[in-house]
C-alpha cells in the first residue's frame, strides 16, 4: 500500500514538471464556402393566340337495331306419318265437258266435281249445268246409271227428274249421293249420265252418253 502511493506521488510531479506552452497554435481560416445563388426572375409571355371554343361533344351513334336470328332445327326422326284427309275439289273450279259430247244440241256442260259419294259429307253432291242449242229444247230432263267398276257390270239407265231453267237460259240440277237408287250402291263405281231435251210435244235431242266422267263410292274415295 505504501509503495502504490509513492508511484501515485511520482507520476503526479512528473506531470506538474512538464513545461505549458505560452502562445496558442495558429487556427487555420477557414475558406469561403461556395454558396450557389438561386435568381427567380418572372417571364411574361403574351398569348398569340386566342383560345379555341370547345368543341361540340361528339353524338354517339345510334345502336344498331338488335338482329333476330331464328334456328331451325330439323328433327332427329322424322314425326309418324298421318293417314290424308280427304279433300274437296280443288280450287272450287268447274269441270268442263267437251261440247261434241252434247251431240250437238248442248254446250257448256259443266259439273262442280267428278267425286259423288253416299255419305261422305265431302262429296256428297255435285251442281250439273248445261245449255241447249236451240230454243224448241224447253226442258232437260237428267239420265243416270251406275257401272260396277269390280264387275265392269252397268245398270239401267234411270230418270233423276227435270232440271231447273236459270235466267240465263241454263238448266241446273243439284244430285246427290242419295239419289242413286239404292239397288245400284256400290262401293266403287262410275257414275254415267245423259242429258235429253224436250218440248211440250216430245223429245228434240239428246246428249251423248257421258261415261267414266264420275267416280262414284258408298264412302270417302
Known amino acids: 500500500m505504501k509503495k502504490f502511493f509513492l508511484v501515485l506521488l511520482a507520476v503526479a510531479l512528473t506531470a506538474c514538471a512538464s513545461p505549458v ?3 496558442q497554435a495558429a487556427v487555420a481560416p477557414v475558406e469561403p464556402t461556395a454558396t450557389p445563388v ?3 426572375q418572372t417571364v411574361v409571355v403574351e398569348a398569340t393566340q386566342a383560345p ?4 361540340p361533344p361528339t353524338e354517339v351513334p345510334p345502336t344498331a337495331a338488335p338482329v333476330v336470328v331464328t334456328v331451325v332445327v330439323e328433327a332427329t326422326q322424322p314425326p309418324a306419318a298421318q293417314p290424308p284427309a280427304p279433300t274437296a275439289e280443288t280450287g272450287g273450279s ?6 261434241p259430247l252434247g251431240g250437238g244440241w248442248f254446250v257448256n256442260m259443266t259439273l262442280t266435281g267428278n267425286n259423288l259419294s253416299l255419305r261422305c259429307q265431302l262429296y256428297k253432291e255435285i251442281t250439273f249445268t248445261v245449255t241447249p242449242t236451240t230454243a224448241d229444247i224447253k226442258f232437260v230432263d237428267f239420265y243416270y246409271r251406275i257401272q260396277d267398276k269390280t264387275t265392269g257390270s252397268a245398270f239401267e239407265w234411270q230418270n233423276a227428274g227435270r232440271m231447273v231453267p236459270d235466267a240465263s237460259g241454263n238448266f241446273v240440277l243439284v244430285f246427290s249421293g242419295e239419289d242413286v237408287n239404292a239397288n245400284f250402291r256400290k262401293p266403287s263405281a262410275w257414275l254415267d249420265f245423259q242429258f235429253i231435251g224436250s218440248s211440250s210435244t216430245g223429245v228434240v235431242g239428246r ?3 257421258i261415261v267414266q266422267q264420275v267416280n262414284y263410292s258408298n264412302d270417302c274415295p
Do not use: W
Not at 379555341?52 to 368543341?55: M, S
Not at 268447274?94 to 261440247?99: A, H, K, P, Y
Open 21 to 23: 506552452p505560452t502562445e
Open 38 to 40: 438561386v435568381v427567380v
Open 52 to 55: 379555341t371554343d370547345v368543341p
Open 94 to 99: 268447274l269441270i268442263t265437258v267437251d261440247n
Open 207 to 209: 246428249s251423248e252418253k
